[in-house]
């Protein structure tokens, strides 16, 4: 039991730190571990193991390696010994909030009985760590306090030393520091070692954050409000902030904005690794408004992904799943500027997302590689169409209206040398122009040899010696142009284009912005292009992984599925256009994991909407492209709110939702369905009849969006407690399993603010792919269910005359009069 403290200080569905298994005996070397932990005060974690778990006290200053040294130790709760290589985030809000790292492990060797000295205040033991090494002593002190208070003691020995080991490293200088490079590939891999980011349309850029050391404090009290809101002030007073380029440029005082916001983060020291980017007006990165934003006009936002070094610490070794933990526990709660960059373990939904959002492409990151600074494989980059950045070598004269100049002449390196590429004419505004004009023009090659070196090639060649030499090589492959402006190679921009053609020239490329981060010299031809997937479209959305089975027995595939949404959306909007859904998101099929889902997340697409009824976060669509999306989001079935977004309090139809025990025949529900209809019919309600996709009926009566959930939730209470009580064999109103043996669930809760029904039209995550089908009720005791499927369902509906919900949505009918009356006096009261 000596973990039951542990246990129930922690929410383990929340945090990261292990459960942890039943102590155990250890056969081998004891171990110990230390673990810098930066929570409400910066303090290490000293552990010992013995008997299976980690006897474990708070040291606030940490060990010290001089003798003499008395450094307190709170002792605190036994921990796993899963724990002795936990590292990374613990969530806010939860016990011990803050960042772990480990600061040293080895082994230990107890001096005489730990158990006996454990249980008189005095242990002795020697360590065998990289950090601390030698004879130390545990001595328990009398000061008071919850917790047992002691002292951590370094002894004489051959190990003993002045240095300061907890004392902080330097910050990594960022004038050494080169980034990691993705490399570029036309497949997204596979494998479950792979997460994936969004590939950012910006300007990299690494940043640093230096100030001075925390003032160390005894114990381990939690600060004031009002101190800690001092030292938060103090913290952004004092933080140094530099941010660098990809080629090293210092670029701080362009991004002063990003700068101050990163000099008023709670944290000693770090360097960043991300992307700064300039939105449009959809929150989306837009790689042609870095100009505005660069000059100040727009506003910047740092994309961050990546953690090199924090508190003293360098982390590039550790891996990249335990460095972005560490990232997300130091950017948690932050706004813009800032940006903490998430990630997706399945790449193809996200790559879809990407490519049918507008954005670049995606990143594939090994999640247990270290960083490495250099183009790696273990960093991928997947673009959704081809994009490469070229050298500006020249530009024409402008046409027509047109202003500032015609079009770019472009050159990429390749060979050893600086080749000609072709010229982009379009993507321009006359701002744009304007701009690059301007800065063109000083550049121009107006001298008589660089003229007679560019006559000289009427047809492709080399011209050796140019002043276009010098971007990388002392050569330049050009044509001959006559209204052609020559400029020296020391501008970069970047184009999409279709394709290469044979000659090396790009095919209709479009301009999107000049990349002042980036030298020429290091501008080559990218060979690879985007992979071809997600470009499988339906109703305007691109579906990644078209031919992934969702259901096995059927064979349905997410294409398949796609279709049959954007086949039954003219006959589907109307039920569910505006009502706030429930998701069943099935994103690797019957194979893998379904899963509720009821909230629009970030990287959904435009067309499912997002918005918040009272404490409910709600998601749902306009029209097809937005059933269409749903699916490529991994959704199989769509469960609708009794509301709409305009009255989402208000009920606009019943549900009530029989659900029978799964030995009874199918004939005994459509008898319930059919008594169901007539107690309705007594109330006033004409309704309406749908299979669910399984052996129960849904039974539906539209009503005015008058009454409020509760109101409604009571009448069909009612409703199915007549139902029991009349036919008690047959019915009960107990969800209960064990209630509904050889009966029929009468369940009313569907009515509940909040709760949801399986839509008209809906596939279902169940054997052959059926579907919820509205019915005619003279034809109810004729079908089968199970023949209601996504193969079958269009068929149907191609051959059927009459379309028996047609009145649904436009039959306008009040609750009974008790009801009504019952209303309206609860509401006077009010």
């Known amino acids: 039991m000596s973990l039951a403290r542990y246990r129930k200080l922690r929410d383990f569905g929340a945090t990261p730190e292990p459960a942890g298994k039943a102590p155990r005996a250890k056969t081998q070397a004891l171990s110990f571990v230390i673990q810098r932990h930066d929570a409400t005060r910066l303090?290490?974690?000293?552990?010992?193991?013995?008997?299976?778990?980690?006897?474990?006290?708070?040291?606030?200053?940490?060990?010290?390696?001089?003798?003499?040294?008395?450094?307190?130790?709170?002792?605190?709760?036994?921990?796993?010994?899963?724990?002795?290589?936990?590292?990374?985030?613990?969530?806010?809000?939860?016990?011990?909030?803050?960042?772990?790292?480990?600061?040293?492990?080895?082994?230990?060797?107890p001096k005489g009985d730990p158990h006996d000295g454990l249980k008189k205040g005095r242990l002795s033991f020697t360590l065998d760590g990289d950090r601390v090494r030698g004879a130390f002593s545990l001595v328990r002190t009398r000061l008071e306090g919850k917790k047992n208070q002691w002292l951590l003691l370094k002894r004489t020995d051959e190990?003993?030393?002045?240095?300061?080991?907890?004392?902080?490293?330097?910050?990594?200088?960022?004038?050494?520091?080169?980034?990691?490079?993705?490399?570029?590939?036309?497949?997204?891999?596979?494998?479950?070692?792979?997460?994936?980011?969004?590939?950012?349309?910006?300007?990299?850029?690494?940043?640093?954050?230096?100030?001075?050391?925390?003032?160390?404090?005894?114990?381990?009290?939690?600060?004031?409000?009002?101190?800690?809101?001092?030292?938060?002030?103090?913290?952004?007073?004092?933080?140094?902030?530099?941010?660098?380029?990809?080629?090293?440029?210092?670029?701080?005082?362009?991004?002063?904005?990003?700068?101050?916001?990163?000099?008023?983060?709670?944290?000693?020291?770090?360097v960043f690794d991300g992307e700064v980017c300039a939105l449009d007006e959809e929150g989306k990165p837009s790689f042609q408004r870095m100009q505005n934003a660069l000059t100040g006009k727009d506003d910047l936002v740092y994309f961050i992904f990546d953690l090199l070094f924090v508190d003293g610490f360098d982390v590039r070794d550790r891996p990249l799943e335990k460095r972005k933990a560490m990232l997300a526990s130091i950017l948690a709660g932050v706004k813009a500027p800032l940006s903490y960059v998430s990630h997706l373990e399945d790449g193809e939904e996200l790559f879809a997302l990407a490519c049918q959002g507008g954005m670049e492409g995606v990143v594939a990151k090994k999640r247990g590689a270290p960083y490495v600074e250099k183009r790696t494989r273990d960093w991928l980059k997947i673009k959704c169409q081809r994009r490469q950045e070229m050298v500006i070598v020249g530009y024409t004269k402008p046409k027509g209206s047109r202003s500032g100049l015609g079009a770019l002449l472009l050159g990429v390196h390749e060979d050893d040398g600086l080749r000609y590429a072709g010229k982009v004419g379009t993507g321009f505004s006359a701002k744009t122009l304007a701009m690059l004009a301007k800065k063109l023009k000083p550049l121009a090659i107006e001298s008589s040899a660089a003229k007679k070196a560019l006559t000289v090639a009427a047809r492709p060649g080399t011209i050796v010696g140019s002043p276009l030499a010098g971007s990388r090589s002392a050569s330049f492959t050009a044509p001959r142009m006559k209204d052609a402006t020559w400029v020296r190679p020391e501008l970069v921009c970047e184009v999409t284009f279709a394709e290469w053609t044979a000659d090396g020239a790009l095919r209709q490329p479009v301009f999107q912005g000049l990349r002042e981060d980036k030298p020429a010299r290091v501008v080559v031809r990218e060979e690879k292009i985007a992979s071809k997937k997600g470009k499988t479209m339906v109703a305007g959305v691109a579906i990644s992984n078209p031919d992934r089975v969702l259901e096995s027995r059927s064979g349905i595939t997410k294409l398949e599925l796609a279709q049959y949404q954007a086949k039954v959306a003219d006959i589907l909007m109307p039920y569910i256009a505006r009502r706030p859904l429930a998701l069943v998101r099935c994103p690797e099929g019957d194979q893998g994991e379904c899963f509720f889902q009821k909230q629009r997340t970030p990287g959904m697409p435009e067309?499912?909407?997002?918005?918040?009824?009272?404490?409910?976060?709600?998601?749902?669509?306009?029209?097809?492209?937005?059933?269409?999306?749903?699916?490529?989001?991994g959704a199989v079935e769509l469960h609708g709110w009794g509301s709409r977004m305009s009255a989402p309090d208000k009920p606009d139809w019943i549900v009530m939702d029989l659900d029978p025990d799964e030995k009874l025949d199918f004939a005994k529900v459509v008898d319930a369905a059919l008594l169901t209809r007539d107690l309705l019919k007594g109330l006033g309600l004409e309704s309406f009849v749908k299979t669910t996709g399984g052996k129960g009926l849904h039974v539906v009566a539209p009503i005015v969006p008058r009454y409020d959930f509760e109101e409604i939730k009571a009448l069909t209470h009612a409703i199915s407690a007549m139902m029991e009580q009349e036919h008690p064999a047959n019915f009960t109103s107990n969800m209960a399993k064990s209630s509904r043996t050889t009966k029929i669930f009468v369940d009313y809760l569907r009515n509940g603010h909040g709760a949801t029904a399986i839509m008209p039209y809906s596939a279902r995550a169940r054997p052959g792919a059926t579907v919820a089908y509205p019915v005619a009720w003279k034809d109810l005791r004729k079908i089968d269910p199970q023949e209601f499927t996504v193969q079958t369902v269009p068929k149907l509906l191609a051959r059927r005359k009459v379309d028996p919900w047609a009145k649904l949505m436009t039959l306008e009918q009040q609750v009974p009069r008790a009801l009504d009356e019952h209303v309206a006096s609860r509401r006077k009261k009010k």
């Not at 290490?44 to 003798?67: Q, T």
């Open 159 to 270: 190990h003993a030393t002045d240095e300061d080991v907890t004392k902080p490293a330097e910050v990594l200088s960022l004038d050494d520091l080169r980034p990691q490079l993705a490399t570029l590939e036309s497949e997204l891999p596979q494998g479950d070692e792979w997460i994936f980011e969004p590939k950012l349309d910006g300007y990299r850029a690494l940043a640093s954050l230096e100030r001075k050391p925390k003032g160390e404090v005894e114990g381990s009290a939690r600060p004031s409000r009002r101190r800690a809101a001092s030292e938060a002030n103090e913290a952004s007073r004092d933080g140094k902030v530099r941010m660098v380029s990809r080629s090293g440029q210092d670029w701080t005082r362009t991004y002063g904005a990003i700068a101050k916001a990163i000099g008023a983060l709670k944290i000693q020291s770090a």
């Open 43 to 109: 303090h290490y974690d000293f552990r010992l193991e013995l008997d299976g778990v980690l006897k474990s006290w708070a040291v606030p200053k940490g060990p010290s390696m001089v003798p003499g040294d008395k450094r307190l130790a709170v002792e605190t709760e036994d921990h796993p010994l899963e724990y002795g290589k936990f590292e990374g985030a613990i969530p806010e809000g939860h016990y011990g909030a803050g960042h772990v790292l480990l600061w040293d492990r080895g082994t230990w060797t």
């Open 607 to 633: 067309s499912i909407h997002g918005d918040r009824i009272e404490s409910h976060g709600v998601l749902y669509v306009e029209d097809a492209p937005g059933l269409v999306a749903l699916v490529q989001f």
